[in-house]
């Protein structure tokens, strides 16, 4: 078993807010995308499977040699939520209904998409691809802003009913986690992609890997 000597990427990005605006770190970070990017493609688009708890918490750093020094490796881990995907395959829609399990209970509310957030109370609940793309801009938002997107939405501390009340209604109106003064204008417009309203307008896992790889230095100041 591998040792992760850097720890989780919510721990690093999260450690010295004096980094998120130096070109070095957020290249460093367009770095780690790229590999949950990557690691995503396969779970989602190989496997057909949903990770269900895409966040900077779970995805850990590991140096090549364990010495601790660069160049690091991010990868995945944490799929005690993940689930093969197994409805709508006649229809080509493959979803898993989350209220089969008991996900629910201690929802990662924050990172999920609005779709899911609509439709909290129905009786069936799909979480699909495309969920875990809206997950993914929000770890791309937390790698960037090294802050905590529960936090960021959840000022008023409310319960988790009160909570989805609250998403819903702001979702609705097109509202996201916002861009920082420090982000970089094509960074926060991938993350824009992966939190449209309509899930089926959001990028899959492959075009994202393009989309973040095509990044250039200058896109990232």
């Not at 999260?14 to 130096?22: E, K, T, Y």
Request: charged share 30%.
């Amino acid at each position: 078993m591998e040792f992760a000597d850097k720890g989780t990427l919510e721990e690093y990005a999260q450690v010295d807010s004096n980094r998120l605006r130096n070109i070095g770190f957020k290249q460093e970070m367009q770095r780690f995308a790229v590999h949950i990017a990557r690691g995503m493609q396969y779970i989602c688009e190989t496997e057909k499977m949903i990770h269900g708890d895409l966040a900077a918490r779970n995805v850990l750093l590991f140096s090549a040699d364990g010495s601790g020094h660069t160049p690091f490796t991010a990868k995945l881990c944490d799929f005690g939520l993940s689930h093969k995907l197994t409805k709508g395959q006649k229809l080509g829609i493959y979803y898993y209904d989350i209220k089969q399990s008991k996900v629910k209970t201690g929802a990662p509310i924050c990172w999920m998409p609005c779709e899911t957030i609509e439709n909290w109370n129905e009786k069936e609940l799909m979480h699909t691809i495309k969920t875990d793309v809206w997950s993914f801009g929000v770890t791309l938002w937390e790698m960037f802003s090294g802050r905590d997107p529960h936090t960021q939405l959840n000022e008023k501390n409310l319960g988790n009913d009160e909570l989805i009340m609250e998403l819903n209604k702001i979702y609705k109106e097109g509202v996201r986690l916002p861009k920082l003064e420090h982000f970089p204008a094509k960074v926060y417009a991938v993350m824009e992609q992966c939190w449209k309203q309509d899930d089926t307008a959001r990028p899959n896992f492959s075009r994202l890997i393009e989309m973040i790889e095509n990044l250039e230095e200058n896109d990232l100041k």
